[in-house]
């Protein structure tokens, strides 16, 4: 696809004053030649080979092993740890040796491109940072980068680096103009000024809503603040927003404090991902030590936040979007909707690090999907059982939110926002017509499990994938414990099993498996490498 853009491009740019950049280095037009198009074809720039992964040299056209660049690796993980694109960016350029001249080299000709675009392709500076963001996926539009690189400083260092610019700019220079956006204004290359920003009442920032200069309520891992119209907002400030004791507590703390003195809360998190999930490097840590009794109360602690949230005199909304896993998903369950980011990646994915979902999470993915059922009937819970089994086993991610609906993870009923832009204000919305219709928290519900026999029936599905080597014994370990929970013990179909109960076992099946030297294997190589071990 890249090779047919470029080629189209440099074919109808002929009066594009970089169109020999279209023209694709031959090495990229002997790939394309050998159909080496990516994974689809086994093999792109990079080629798997067993359980490695070879890199295209491209001076002979072959694969070799991954070489890497020392300097490189050491600044990519600093990089990596730096959360805020803004600071991230800045950070790149500054960073002294060829990783920072490289990144400059292509940044500022891109940058100064997009400028001379204007008003070819648009009059409005908003507009084409939009495109980039919308189609590209970029966390920042060219205009916003150039604006945390420093408008003038970039300017300046883009002149003397014989860079051309367009009038425009050198006129905002020449103004002084501290960068493209301020505030509620925009610079217009037209008038050679600013002028109001356009503005949909709908886009709202946590930072345009709230009231007063200080939050309701704070900690180290979280805050509430203030939104308007009786709307609590709780928002995460831990590292990708995952859940620690602090965030436990503040669950907490701000639902009775939303009874209290607001009629609705809503779950908003900022940054690249909505909540991944516990704190795993304590939930290791405490392993590693034996802090059984600290790290059962801290389960217990999230199991009952949720709970918490669920059985909320008011209601609570959560707006998930991108990564919303393990934990991060539980925390959505325990609300009463949802209003979800179109591109939400959910799942309770814990069997990759050797766990399952500790944070009341299975017991309300099961609960779930039997809400429908009408108090009082006697239904075989089997079908209901098994189906959830395969969805933590399998540790299946919905790649949407409406997959999320799929499967179960969230209510058919939760709406779901096309624009990020205006998710909070949906949120908003949807919690305080909640609170407008008249809102009572669910009453709880009891089933009838499978019990031993389901436990049985599990038993052999596991076995068989044993056999065909489909899983390792210590998943078979795992799914076990998962399916122990999920038919209510042995003696779950012996009564109607409640949520306490199911919990309980939830708890310990999780600090049993915190305690398995694989698991904590699984946990420590995650940790390490940001992928699962299969082992």
């Not at 003397?160 to 020449?174: E, Q, T, Y």
């Amino acid at each position: 696809t890249v090779g047919h853009v470029a080629a189209n491009s440099y074919k109808v740019l002929v009066d594009d004053e970089d169109r020999e950049t279209f023209k694709a280095p031959a090495y990229i037009e002997a790939m394309i030649g050998k159909g080496q198009l990516g994974d689809k074809t086994k093999g792109g720039f990079y080629k798997k080979v067993g359980s490695d992964i070879q890199t295209l040299d491209p001076a002979t056209g072959e694969y070799r092993a991954k070489g890497g660049d020392p300097e490189i690796a050491k600044a990519a993980k600093a990089l990596g740890k730096i959360e805020d694109p803004k600071e991230r960016v800045k950070k790149l350029v500054a960073t002294p040796g060829k990783v920072g001249d490289f990144a400059w080299a292509v940044l500022s000709r891109s940058l100064a491109y997009a400028a001379r675009r204007i008003p070819e392709i648009t009059e409005s500076i908003e507009s084409l940072d939009n495109a980039m963001k919308w189609g590209y996926a970029w966390d920042m539009g060219p205009f916003e980068t150039w604006d945390a690189l420093g408008f003038a400083e970039t300017v300046d260092r883009m002149k003397k680096d014989g860079i051309a610019l367009p009038a425009w700019v050198d006129k905002m220079r020449a103004a002084n103009a501290s960068g493209f956006y301020a505030d509620s204004r925009i610079w217009d290359p037209q008038r050679g000024d600013f002028a109001p920003r356009a503005t949909d009442p709908r886009e709202v920032t946590i930072d345009i809503l709230r009231k007063g200069n200080a939050p309701v309520l704070k900690n180290a891992g979280a805050e509430a603040w203030d939104i308007g119209d009786g709307v609590l907002g709780l928002t995460f400030k831990t590292k990708a927003n995952s859940i620690d004791a602090d965030v436990i507590k503040m669950i907490h703390d701000a639902t009775a404090r939303a009874e209290q003195d607001f009629r609705a809360m809503i779950i908003w998190n900022q940054g690249e991902f909505f909540c991944v999930g516990a704190n795993l490097f304590a939930v290791l840590m405490a392993a590693g030590q034996k802090q059984w009794d600290g790290l059962r109360e801290m389960i217990k602690g999230y199991q009952y936040a949720t709970q918490r949230m669920k059985y909320a005199t008011v209601p609570v909304v959560a707006a998930p979007y991108n990564m919303t896993l393990g934990g991060g998903l539980e925390l959505c369950m325990g609300a009463d909707a949802v209003q979800a980011a179109a591109e939400t990646y959910s799942g309770l994915v814990e069997v990759g690090v050797g766990l399952i979902p500790g944070g009341a999470g299975t017991m309300n993915m099961l609960w779930r999907s039997l809400e429908s059922v009408p108090e009082g009937v006697d239904i075989d819970t089997y079908a209901f059982v098994t189906q959830t089994f395969k969805n933590i086993a399998l540790a299946k991610v919905a790649t949407s939110a409406e997959e999320g609906k799929a499967f179960g993870y969230f209510r058919q009923g939760d709406g779901v926002s096309f624009d990020r832009a205006r998710q909070l204000w949906e949120t908003k919305q949807r919690a305080i017509g909640l609170a407008t219709a008249g809102y009572h928290p669910p009453a709880p519900r009891a089933y009838k499990l499978p019990g031993e026999s389901g436990i049985a029936t599990l038993k052999m599905l596991v076995n068989t994938l044993v056999a065909g080597k489909y899983a390792s014994e210590h998943d078979a370990k795992i799914a076990m414990k998962l399916a122990n929970v999920l038919c209510g013990g042995t003696t779950g179909s012996t009564h109607a099993v409640t949520e306490d109960e199911i919990l309980e076992l939830e708890r310990e099946a999780f600090l049993s498996l915190c305690g398995e030297p694989l698991s904590q294997a699984r946990m420590q190589y995650m940790l390490q490498n940001n992928k699962p071990l299969r082992n």
